[in-house]
RNA sequence: GCGGAUGUGGCGAAAUGGCAGACGCAGGGGACUUAAAAUCCCCUGGCCGCAAGGCCGUGCGGGUUCGAGUCCCGCCAUCCGCACCA
């Protein structure tokens, strides 16, 4: 396709500096003062006053998920959700809302840190390039976002405030007695805290980022821990490195305590189903109960988790993860050495060794035998890594008969298998049976289950073992606590200082708020020491502070600047407070008594983020809400993911397939337009969807064909001819195409209404329904017929480009600037303030309608009658349809159906 | 294995239980042109038929209904999560 469909190459740089200059999409806050040129003023009788909360229009915050500005560029995959948050930013606006659509730059990260180690340039330098690279693909592409509230994380200015948040959770406590987190002032100590010493140790145990010694996730080739997401099958997510198990001091955030409120607040959420339900999935809330164990001839219990206490008396042995604390303990003499031989091998034992190639079960005896309180049998205590350290409490009874780990281990060892589950269905086997049934084998001297279905048992056996103090009812989480800290130069530095106290033990202790932000030092060398300390221990001035305290040297995951960035969007310039309330309450309050949504109100990206950051986000939103610093319990309340866009070969875009689509060529080619009419046109936004260059060319052309309805050919020639000698000053011709002398202001004829309207009405609808690619469709159609026009009122391609506008606003404001300038209209109104057209049901209104008739169900014949036709006409119509008589000849009328407007089917028989 | 989603022309797709395939791509034919490109017009699910028309057709098998792509039951396939979670 070689010639131009149209100037997009001067029309898109001309509005985008337009709007710039402008300043067309800046989203006011209440105590803005509006200029009084400014659109949204004028729209909103609002020009040269001070905004208030309530003269303000109600608030639409619509959100993209902010990309990290990789070296590679913009990707088509970006576009695509930017591309459907900014047409309907565009729309809102047009509807009267006042819209927040902001951008910025989740700017840390790991391969900008990996360049820093292998050239030695800043991370800070290679993300000023990124981001301006970032900067330019997007701006090209004509979104409307309101530039003034550009954010970066990397920002000192964005990053005092992640450490502030930071500290606000870190001088927090659960109490589980409100569900809430407190600041821990309120926390209190219990009696035997009698030293300051003792104080702050059990205050520090309770804050909701504490330490922890715990085994982490060690990857030695990124020279950091992981969190346990970031881990896949034993390899880091990032790279593809393996990842050992290695114990190191780390901070924690305590979001298990949230995990209750995390799962049961989704109820308040527009997302997905299926996005829910990988957030319940994620959380893993399970039901069941704690028992004690006591272990023969020793003071020690083993407690376990269990979701089916009503099988207990069908435990015939326990099993220790190979890391629970006890295992020293209680195992034997003779026992001990292979017991420390099994412990070592399973500790080298990566999680990939652990899973996927762990068809067979591996374990050894500790010698030792624990008491089961049901009934007093004597059971031998293993210990086996298919036992995990980290769920439950390490520890399970095991219920060969009923559990298929188990049976496979019972089997593996010779151990005792005792059925204790009948199944309803008297065919099945009861080995390996692990659903309901009723209770067989399950009587003590104290407690008798049998002939209970399993939800009666597990009750009974609950009281039981609680008024026996045995055991406890619980709810168990596969979510754990969210491991915080990176061994990473390029993050945010945590704004806590070490000390020792009287005894010479080191404790932390927050910098004070005016410390912040405090920036990371200056280094030659990015890379861990040969220690392997983080990076940040190189700086050792930096480290070491004057009174002997030395800094925290690790850093923050790149997970915490995005855990609240919407928020700092509401008031970026903020230099008092993260966020101002009033700007707050603003934005992402639920306004008593309106219908304006609580929080934001369309939060638009992939689906790669649907577990990690929309959980740690949702769990920092609520530390914040529980302190009162914001106004809702949940950030994001409709939250849509944008479907995968693949390669022409149907597969994912990747560099070594060679079949990665680049913005910019597509740019350079058919215009930013045509770009995102595409990307829209496509297919459902959410659905996964192959690039294809052809179904470029067809919006392409729409778009030439809109351009074509509106300007005059021989003008347009004229313009060529022009730039062709004189390509320096091309710009300015754009400005001597005149319009076709068939656009008239004159009134428009009732079909041409009604084409426009049946147009306003789809377009409209679909836009509700995020249905871009069939609200493009419609336009198509209502150029196709307008094409056919003799004469072309103005009133109606006018009202068009206001349609059309969201999609592809640079064509439209150009036509909409020439049209007024037709009609002698100066100055030119706004069209991104003009109010959106709304359809009028009655220009819809038909005389006569196309009836199908059906006999038996298969249309024969469509037959035309008057829109007022009454059932019993449209009947007698149908009755006597030509091309349907011939079936109805020889047979009964058996009944007849008529869908008023639709169709009438004859029943014969 | 568990959970979620999706299966419609050659392709991307569209259809409040009511004329399946709108719109676009690709393909075919025509107009304009010295010619090509661009543009404009027409055709285009499959099979049978000169035609009129008929039959079949929304992954597969059943069911509900006057009527099912759409609702119900049971399968199959693909994609995406999670996966020894007791």
């Not at 450490?163 to 926390?187: D, K, S, V």
């Amino acid at each position: 396709m070689s010639r131009r469909q149209y100037p997009f190459h001067v029309i898109e740089p001309k509005w985008q500096h337009r709007w710039e200059s402008e300043q067309t999409f800046r989203a006011w806050n209440p105590g803005d003062a509006i200029p009084a040129t400014h659109p949204f003023g004028i729209r909103h009788a609002l020009d040269g006053q001070q905004a208030t909360t309530g003269a303000l229009p109600p608030k639409y915050y619509i959100l993209d998920m902010f990309p990290y500005p990789s070296g590679a560029g913009l990707h088509v995959g970006h576009p695509e959700g930017y591309t459907a948050t900014d047409i309907l930013a565009r729309y809102r606006r047009a509807v009267g809302r006042n819209v927040l659509h902001p951008m910025g730059w989740d700017s840390f990260g790991l391969p900008a840190e990996q360049y820093a180690v292998k050239t030695g340039q800043h991370p800070r330098k290679t993300t000023e390039t990124n981001i301006a690279n970032f900067t330019r693909q997007i701006r090209s592409l004509g979104f409307s976002y309101d530039w003034s509230r550009e954010i970066a994380t990397t920002d000192p200015e964005y990053f005092k405030w992640t450490q502030w948040i930071f500290l606000q959770i870190y001088n927090a406590w659960f109490n589980p007695e409100t569900n809430r987190a407190e600041p821990i002032g309120t926390l209190i100590f219990p009696a035997d805290c009698d030293t300051e010493d003792k104080r702050r140790a059990h205050r520090d145990s309770k804050r909701l980022a504490f330490v922890s010694e715990a085994p982490v996730n060690w990857c030695p080739e990124l020279g950091t821990v992981l969190a346990n997401e970031e881990v896949i099958d034993g390899k880091s997510e990032v790279g593809g490195f393996p990842v050992i198990r290695k114990p190191m001091r780390q901070w924690m955030l305590r979001i298990t305590s949230f995990a209750e409120r995390l799962l049961a607040d989704l109820d308040l959420l527009e997302w997905t189903e299926s996005l829910k339900e990988m957030q319940r999935n994620w959380i893993g809330r399970s039901e069941g109960a704690w028992v004690d164990f006591q272990v023969e001839g020793s003071a020690s219990k083993i407690t376990v988790f269990t979701t089916r206490p009503d099988t207990l008396f069908g435990a015939t042995y326990m099993v220790l993860s190979p890391e629970h604390r006890l295992v020293a303990d209680i195992s034997t003499a003779g026992q001990q050495e292979a017991v420390r031989k099994y412990q070592a091998t399973a500790a080298a034992r990566s999680d990939l060794d652990r899973t996927e190639l762990a068809k067979e079960k591996t374990g050894e005896f500790t010698g030792a035998y624990a008491i089961n309180p049901v009934n007093g049998a004597r059971i031998p205590i293993w210990i086996a890594d298919y036992v995990l350290a980290s769920y439950g409490t390490g520890a399970i009874m095991a219920v060969p008969a009923h559990d298929e780990r188990d049976l496979e281990f019972a089997e593996a060892f010779d151990l005792p298998v005792l059925q204790v589950v009948q199944p309803s269905d008297e065919k099945k086997d009861w080995r390996g049976f692990c659903d309901e049934g009723t209770a067989v084998n399950s009587a003590g001297a104290e407690i008798n289950l049998n002939g209970l279905p399993t939800v009666a048992a597990k009750k009974k056996i609950t009281e039981w073992l609680e008024a026996k103090g045995l055991g406890k009812k619980t709810i168990n989480y596969k979510l754990r606590d969210w491991l915080f800290s990176r061994q990473r130069y390029w993050g945010e530095p945590f704004p806590i200082i070490w000390r020792r106290d009287t005894s010479g033990n080191l404790f932390h202790e927050a910098l004070p708020e005016s410390a912040l932000p405090l920036l990371p030092p200056t280094l030659e060398d990015y890379k861990p020491t040969a220690e392997g300390l983080p990076p940040l221990a190189r700086a050792k001035e930096w480290v070491t502070l004057p009174d002997g305290a030395v800094r925290e040297t690790n850093t923050m995951p790149q997970w915490a600047g995005s855990c609240w960035y919407y928020l700092r969007y509401l008031d970026t310039k903020n230099a008092g407070a993260f966020v101002a309330r009033d700007a707050e309450a603003y934005w992402m309050g639920g306004q008593a008594g309106s219908t304006v949504t609580p929080g934001v109100d369309l939060y638009v990206g992939g689906t790669e983020h649907a577990v990690l950051h929309l959980l740690y986000a949702r769990f920092w939103h609520k530390v914040l809400f529980d302190l009162g610093h914001v106004s809702t319990p949940e950030p994001f309340f409709k939250l849509v993911n944008q479907g995968l866009i693949l390669g022409e070969d149907g597969v994912k875009m990747s560099k070594s397939r060679g079949n990665v689509v680049n913005p910019d060529d597509v740019l350079g080619e058919f215009g930013a337009d045509a770009f995102r009419l595409y990307e829209m046109f496509m297919g459902p936004l959410q659905e996964v969807k192959p690039w294809n260059t052809r179904g470029v060319e067809g919006v392409y052309r729409f778009l030439g064909r809109v351009w074509r309805l509106f300007v005059d050919e021989k003008s347009e020639t004229d313009y060529e001819l022009k730039t062709a000698v004189n390509p320096d000053a091309e710009s300015g011709f754009v400005a001597d195409i005149r319009l076709d002398p068939r656009l008239r202001d004159v009134p428009a004829t009732a079909p041409q209404l009604k084409a426009l309207h049946a147009c306003i009405r789809k377009v409209t609808e679909d836009l509700d329904g995020l249905r871009f690619n069939t609200a493009i469709s419609a336009m198509m159609m209502f150029i196709n017929e307008a094409m056919t026009w003799e004469t072309r009122p103005v009133i109606v391609l006018k009202t068009f480009l206001q349609l059309l506008a969201p999609f592809a606003p640079h064509l439209a404001e150009e036509l909409w600037e020439k049209v007024h300038g037709l009609v002698g209209v100066s100055p030119v109104p706004s069209l991104t303030y003009s109010a959106w057209p709304v359809f009028d049901p009655a220009l819809l209104v038909e005389d006569t309608l196309e009836i199908a008739v059906q006999v038996n169900g298969k249309v024969r014949d469509v037959i035309r009658v008057p829109a007022a036709a009454t059932p019993a006409d449209l009947e007698a119509a149908a009755l006597v349809a030509e091309k349907a008589r011939p079936f109805l000849e020889a047979k009964t009328v058996r009944k007849i159906i008529v869908v008023p407007k639709k169709l009438v089917n004859i029943v014969v028989g």
